[in-house]
């Protein structure tokens, strides 16, 4: 399997880039991964690096995103936060990958039964941990009928799913660079959800 080249990179449009995601998860969720030398990949990406995407994920140990998406050493740059939630280090490392290392498409992905979202919904106050739930709160606030009280019979992967969805207007609002790359066509960005239990992607193109 190739490793990705600046050339390469550069030959990438973003809907090829998301095609290339969806067909390694494909290939994840039937199990014929692609065999991979990562030595040889190792080696080869020591000379620099050409990922053609930048993943925005949880930190869930059932999320390991180049196994979900099939991709070897030097394909993509993942960031892991718990909730996959924005912060300024976040749009940074984003705006980092697509702008300076040409990334080609950006993914905001969420994950069923993720323990961040089901904290929030707790509404659990715990040292860094309340600051950091803090930015879930919009979502499970879609949600609240009392603004004191936890979320009582909430489908917990509707509130991950809407923050996801104000992950990406976050990151629009707040990120003059990618909002221009995506006007631009530069870049896609794209929001999607992992099912732990089945191994499969859903992508939401909007």
């Known amino acids: ?37 990562l030595h040889d990949q190792m080696e080869e990406t020591s000379k620099g690096q050409f990922p053609f995407a930048v993943i925005l994920s949880c930190i869930d140990s059932r999320v390991p995103v180049e196994t979900i998406f099939d991709q070897g050493i030097g394909s993509v740059f993942s960031i892991r936060v718990a909730g996959n939630v924005i912060n300024e280090d976040v749009l940074g490392s984003l705006e980092y990958a697509c702008r300076i290392a040409g990334s080609k498409i950006l993914v905001i992905l969420g994950h069923t039964k993720c323990g961040a979202v089901t904290a929030a919904c707790s509404n659990v106050q715990l ?80």
């Open 1 to 37: 399997m190739r490793t990705y080249t600046k050339e390469i990179q550069n030959s990438i449009t973003p809907n090829q880039a998301l095609n290339t995601l969806k067909d390694g998860n494909d290939r994840f969720v039937h199990n014929t991964k692609i065999q991979r030398n």
């Open 127 to 206: 040292g860094n941990i309340t600051s950091l739930l803090s930015k879930i709160k919009p979502a499970v606030d879609q949600f609240r009928s009392n603004d004191n009280a936890k979320v009582e019979g909430v489908n917990i992967e509707k509130v991950s799913l809407k923050n996801v969805e104000l992950s990406k207007e976050r990151i629009l609002d707040e990120s003059t660079i990618l909002r221009d790359m995506e006007k631009g066509n530069e870049i896609l960005i794209v929001k999607a959800n992992y099912d732990i239990s089945t191994g499969k992607v859903m992508f939401f193109e909007d």
